[in-house]
């Protein structure tokens, strides 16, 4: 069974490099997205966001004729949802936009399609997924049964790292769940092409859990390091100390406290294991707990720092969610900005941000919000917030001695 064309269902972060890297590899790929800005970038061979490497690949597949984007699927052999799967309010999974692609995709299947769910999911997902199709298709099926035509459904979590997907992509290990196991085979031939880890096979609700495991296990490792952050400073003690020294042990292995956790998918998919198995995942709920805590607690340390200053200004390094990277999306470093100039309207916030050139919305109405280089903030506030290890930040942080700092990521802290 050869696979030569591929629908790729939404051309986010984790879709058009998976689109891309296929392309590459002399697949034919369509993309499909709902947003009009989002094909015409692609059609032209541009990327609507920063990711490094991908922007080749893209012109060159584009360019190649093995790549374009549609607003609806078109007849495949595989397709691959790449949908996003964000909770609601209550921190119940959206399963709307997978619903959505379901809904795009059963008109256009024939029979004999494989259909990966590539989108971070709640166990059961891949399953649902296949009852929404085959309600509307009842002249398909999932094994064969009443002489149907099969559709191979399978689950295959995507696990890179923002920053190094075109690496990832190739060289990390891949988990693929079939719904029979006849599905995870043609599923492991398609990630073949260009997956150069082992690729495992299993059937899909583990493989839904596997995923949702791996970012569990780091939110509960992180919660660990910002509990200790919070324990150290009640005793008085350098947490950065306290850890480095921990870590000599050799069955320790600590993480490193923060302002918070952000990002989609950290902050997000443990929740999907608290809503699935609420009285089982104790730990699990606590973590996310502890996690979302931590800005609260680093405002205070903030407004402590000003306290008895009429019209104080804070300087506020770092907005991104993680170092060296320009995405703001679930930035706890955002959220202490946005706290501290609306909760306090008399302060003066001035944020850096080298890899921004303007302030994401939720910051660019605050009159008292400006973005500014080091320099200015070095020299004109009360109080230095360290919100964002940036590498860009260094000679900057070398400039704080003697200053009023709070330093949330242990950039002053002393490594020998
Ligand atoms: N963080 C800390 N302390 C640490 C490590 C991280 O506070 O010691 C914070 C970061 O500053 C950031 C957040 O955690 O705010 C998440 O950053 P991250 O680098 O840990 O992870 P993400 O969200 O960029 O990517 C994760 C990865 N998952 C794991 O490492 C288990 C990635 O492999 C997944 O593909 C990705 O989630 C995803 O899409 O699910």
């Known amino acids: 069974m050869g696979i030569s064309t591929v629908g790729v269902i939404g051309l986010g972060y984790i879709g058009l490099p998976t689109a891309a890297i296929l392309a590459s590899n002399g697949v034919g790929v369509i993309g499909v997205d709902v947003s009009p800005e989002t094909i015409g970038a692609v059609n032209r061979g541009q990327v609507p966001f920063v990711e490094p490497d991908l922007a080749g690949y893209v012109s060159g597949a584009v360019s190649s004729g093995k790549l374009r984007a549609a607003s609806v699927p078109e007849p495949a052999d595989a397709y691959i949802v790449a949908v996003p799967t964000p909770f609601m309010g ?47 298709r009842p002249d398909l099926s999932t094994d064969g049964s009443g002489d149907r035509p099969v559709i191979y459904f399978a689950h295959c979590p995507e696990r890179v790292l923002p920053g190094k997907v075109m690496v990832e992509l190739v060289t990390n290990d891949r988990i ?21 880890g082992e690729i495992l096979l299993t059937d899909a609700v583990t493989a839904e859990t596997a995923k949702l495991v791996e970012n569990s296990f780091r939110d509960v490792n992180i919660a660990f390091a910002n509990e200790l952050s919070l324990v150290a400073d009640k005793l008085g003690i350098d947490v950065w100390e306290l850890i480095r020294l921990a870590n000599h042990h050799p069955r320790v292995n600590i993480l490193q406290p923060g302002p918070g956790v952000g990002g989609h998918c950290i902050a997000v ?28 607690w680093v405002l205070h ?12 200004v804070v300087a506020a390094y770092g907005l991104a969610f993680k170092p060296n990277i320009d995405d703001l999306r679930e930035s706890p470093a955002v959220d202490i900005v946005r706290e501290v100039a609306t909760t306090f309207p008399h302060t003066t916030v001035l944020a850096v941000e080298p890899h921004i050139d303007k302030l994401p919305g939720s910051l660019a109405g605050l009159a008292n919000v400006r973005l500014v280089d080091a320099e200015e903030a070095l020299a004109g506030a009360d109080a230095h917030a360290l ?11 070398g400039q704080l001695v003697g200053k009023n700092v709070i330093d949330t990521r242990g950039m002053t802290a002393v490594t020998a």
């Not at 693929?176 to 150069?196: I, N, S, W």
């Not at 443990?270 to 089982?280: C, L, M, N, S, T």
Request: include cysteine; charge should be negative.
């Open 90 to 136: 209550d921190h119940k999974p959206d399963l709307s936009y997978i619903r959505s692609a379901a809904d795009a995709l059963a008109p256009v299947l024939r029979g004999g399609e494989l259909v990966i769910l590539e989108s971070t999911s709640p166990p059961g997902t891949t399953r649902r997924m296949a009852d929404w199709i085959l309600a509307q």
């Open 269 to 296: 998919d443990p929740w999907f294991i608290v809503d699935a198995a609420p009285e089982e995942a104790r730990l699990i709920r606590t973590a996310r707990e502890v996690n979302d805590g931590k800005p609260r």
């Open 176 to 196: 693929v769940g079939g719904l029979t196991p006849e599905a995870a085979q043609r599923a492991r031939d398609l990630y073949q092409v260009f997956c150069q």
């Open 301 to 312: 340390k903030v407004l402590d720092a000003v306290a008895g200053i009429e019209f104080p």
């Open 387 to 397: 919100l964002v290890d940036h590498a860009a930040f260094r000679s900057a942080v």
